[in-house]
């Protein structure tokens, strides 16, 4: 069962901060990576004043009283221990941050997956390729956000003020010039921002839609290839690839720039402050010690706030993933019922007028029909028409725009669909999409995860109803499947999903175009499994495309769509 993929969402520029406090907030990763990054932020800087000082003292009695640095070793042990620490800092922090960066993905990406499956399969925010993209590359955007950034912000609201309040101590008018040059960073940051706006949001947008079309390409090359048509979509492939890489291209000569003005900026402040301490030697009105420590500490005031500028694509990027993923998770998911849902052995579900928006029109448009316990129903319709949606809505994933879903129970009370506990429906119902949804692990522990406590005798009869048994003579019982059944081909994945609902208990079963990857051969067992479904009790619910599948069925119902 697919959803309707949607397009790229409109890129809307809001002013955000440096450092999302939704992410502080409900990100526990995050939240301790900055607490570790500002106290080895004050570490550094303390290190970094203490190396200054020395250095100072060093040069001044070299200078002065000709006295050499090993004639004062406890000058000497200050200097290495403050560098060695500020070198271990720096390296604790690098090493934690990649993992911190790595815990933040996977406890966003995992949050993100899981409340995009509360909102079914039509959630606006994010869904379909759209979300896959979020969840994989999107999200990943925040490792050099974490990495990159977030530590050279903290290091500039640490090492820069105190760093500037040691110069305030040492030379105030270093430190006025430096007070007065600071704001240039931070203001030719803006203006390499207003250049850049929107150019993250715009990337990411480009490259979720990349990945939308191309999802889309992929899972309808079955078809394609099948009407002799595959050789046409490249050209489209190669149009998308050419757009994405000439966004990705624009945003790195953006970087490349605004480093290359930030730098010299800097580098611009410093020479002011060395020019100023070098003419008061000139002339005595400085003595060397504190000029000596007052140059070592000048390019340390700059460095964090350049680094954050040369870092500010990142940032943008990261907090671009930190929006479009909190998009997803502010929306709020349709309340559950309270009710628990009826025996579906003995009741009845229906659809009575149902209407779904679509980006065409409705589809589907006024659906009605109405499945009875232990008989088969075929829900045909054109292309488009809504049957899946249709699905969607009897099984209580999405609500409908008009009419409602129900079911009745053997009393004959009616309960809206809406009113039922989710989980007491769905633990009822097995369901099969046209692309075959499978855990990992081996042929035996999937298709057994289907009835806990299934014996051998079972598996290998299911295994025979749907010719998975053909699989097993060629792989074994105990071949290793990866995620959704690789390793295996498509065929035989809907083999093994189809011995799945045979072998599961639910009393309700809905397959969505079963024979989709099946010869017609394979098609011949799917119509016998289907009959074994009805012999044995069970309610069938069959979208079908194909005229075969709708002779087998005791009802047909049409669903249509309307523009």
């Known amino acids: 069962m697919t959803a309707t993929t949607a397009g790229p969402r409109p890129t809307r520029r809001t002013r955000r901060a440096p450092l999302d406090p939704r992410l502080l907030r409900e990100v526990t990763a995050a939240r301790r990576h900055v607490a570790r990054t500002v106290a080895l932020g004050l570490v550094q800087a303390l290190c970094v004043i203490v190396t200054a000082l020395v250095i100072g003292r060093l040069g001044a009695q070299l200078l002065v009283e000709r006295q050499l640095p090993q004639d004062a070793p406890a000058l000497l042990l200050a200097l290495l221990a403050a560098l060695a620490l500020r070198a271990g800092a720096v390296l604790l922090e690098q090493r934690t941050a990649h993992r911190a960066a790595t815990d933040a993905i996977g406890e966003l ?30 999200v990943e955007n925040l490792r050099p956000y974490l990495v990159g950034y977030v530590p050279q912000l903290m290091l500039s609201v ?7 309040l040691a110069i305030g101590i040492l030379d105030p008018l270093s430190a006025l010039i430096a007070l007065v040059t600071l704001p240039l960073v931070p203001l030719f940051m803006i203006l390499v921002g207003t250049m850049t706006v929107g150019r993250s949001e715009q990337l990411l947008t480009d490259m979720r839609s990349l990945w939308t079309q191309l999802l889309d390409l992929v899972d309808g090359l079955p078809t394609l290839r099948a009407l002799g048509r595959e050789k046409g979509p490249e050209k489209v492939v190669a149009q998308l690839g050419d757009r994405h890489r000439a966004s990705a291209m624009g945003s790195l000569k953006f970087a490349f720039l605004s480093s290359m003005v930030l730098e010299l900026l800097a580098t611009l402040c410093v020479a002011l402050v060395a020019v100023s301490i070098g003419m008061r030697l000139v002339y005595g009105e400085m003595d060397l010690a504190p000029a000596l420590a007052v140059l070592v500490l000048a390019p340390e005031v700059y460095q964090p706030l350049r680094n954050v500028g040369s870092q500010y694509h990142a940032s943008t990027d990261g907090l671009a993933a930190v929006t479009a993923s909190f998009e997803v998770l502010d929306e709020q998911p349709a309340a559950d019922g309270t009710l628990p849902a009826p025996d579906l052995r003995t009741a009845t579900v229906a659809l009575r007028g149902v209407a779904v928006a679509s980006r065409d029109g409705l589809a589907p448009h006024d659906a009605d029909l109405t499945l009875h316990p232990g008989r088969v129903l075929a829900l045909t319709g054109p292309s488009g028409s809504g049957k899946t949606t249709a699905v969607h809505v009897l099984l209580g994933l999405l609500d409908p725009d008009r009419g409602r879903a129900e079911v009745i129970d053997v009393h004959g009370a009616v309960t809206d669909v809406r009113d039922l506990q989710r989980r007491s429906l769905w633990d009822q119902v097995a369901l099969l999409p046209q692309r075959p949804v499978l855990p990992p ?19 290998a009869r299911v295994a025979s109803a749907t010719g998975l048994d053909l699989v097993v003579a060629e792989r074994g019982w105990e071949a290793d499947l990866g995620r959704a059944g690789a390793g295996i081909s498509l065929g035989e994945r809907q083999r093994l999903a189809l011995a799945r609902a045979l072998l599961s208990p639910a009393p309700l079963v809905v397959l969505d175009e079963p024979t989709a990857h099946l010869d017609g051969a394979t098609e011949r067992v799917v119509l016998d499994l289907i009959r074994t479904l009805r012999e044995q009790g069970r309610t069938v619910l069959v979208i079908a495309h194909r005229s075969r599948l709708a002779e087998v069925a005791d009802d047909i119902a049409r669903v249509e769509a309307s523009a």
């Open 109 to 138: 990406r995992g949050r993100v997956v899981s409340h995009a499956a509360t909102l079914g399969p039509r959630g606006s925010a994010g869904r379909g390729a759209d979300l896959t993209t979020l969840a994989t590359t999107g």
């Open 158 to 164: 640490t090492v820069t003020p105190l760093c500037l």
């Open 441 to 459: 692990g081996t042929i035996r522990s999937v298709l057994a995860s289907a009835r806990p406590g299934a014996g051998d005798a079972d598996l």
